[in-house]
């Protein structure tokens, strides 16, 4: 059984609404309890960012696109879940 320590010290920092939901959706898919526990995990692993250098125009596209796709996928599957059980209901 692990041994609980308490948590004291906090650590801060803002996102675009754009990383927010990129980080939302990297976590669901992780698996993590939530953004804290996804968080604390990549930084206490020694994550390290790809590049020190500003994203391109392009992969800064990319990355929104992808958002947009997994939010339009999200939308999806709440609409045939909602569909389902009307039909069943």
């Known amino acids: 059984m692990p041994v609980y320590r308490p948590r004291t010290r906090l650590v801060n920092f803002r996102l675009s609404e754009d990383e927010y939901l990129t980080l939302k959706d990297t976590c669901a898919r992780s698996g993590a309890r939530s953004v804290s526990d996804f968080a604390r995990a990549a930084v206490l692993s020694g994550a390290t960012l790809p590049s020190v250098l500003p994203a391109s ?19 999806v599957i709440q609409l045939m879940e909602k569909e389902l059980v009307a039909s069943h209901g």
């Open 57 to 75: 125009p392009c992969s800064e596209r990319w990355e929104r696109l992808e958002t947009v796709v997994h939010q339009l996928e999200s939308r």
